[in-house]
């Protein structure tokens, strides 16, 4: 057996260790959400807000909380691709991304 992968093994292996990576980063926001919670900010949160909105209130402290721990998990994905040659489009970029331009004037008729 060859110690040389071929592109295709090679890509096959990349994908594999990248769904690894997303696992492990799945892993971070779930500890990471567990932290938070034991702080108790979530209650805090939903203790700010009047009785009839405690879920709005304990939604609106989870988007805060969490918004630092998907920050890290888009930056953390981002380098895993870049380290494994993952490449893909992202749904962001449809929106913030300007569209890219043909390379000639010339439109079909």
């Not at 890509?11 to 997303?22: C, M, R």
Request: no cysteine; glycine share 10%.
């Amino acid at each position: 057996m060859s110690d040389n992968l071929n592109s295709s093994d090679s890509s096959t292996h990349n994908k594999l260790l990248h769904h690894i990576a997303t696992g492990f980063g799945l892993l971070f926001l779930i500890a990471y959400y567990l932290v938070i919670d034991s702080t108790g900010f979530y209650d805090w949160v939903t203790a700010q807000m009047p009785e009839k909105y405690a879920g709005a209130g304990l939604m609106l402290g989870i988007m805060i909380g969490m918004t630092p721990g998907f920050f890290l998990w888009k930056h953390y994905n981002r380098w895993i691709e870049r380290k494994l040659g993952v490449t893909g489009k992202y749904y962001e970029d449809g929106f913030y991304k300007t569209p890219e331009k043909p390379d000639d004037d010339t439109t079909d008729r």
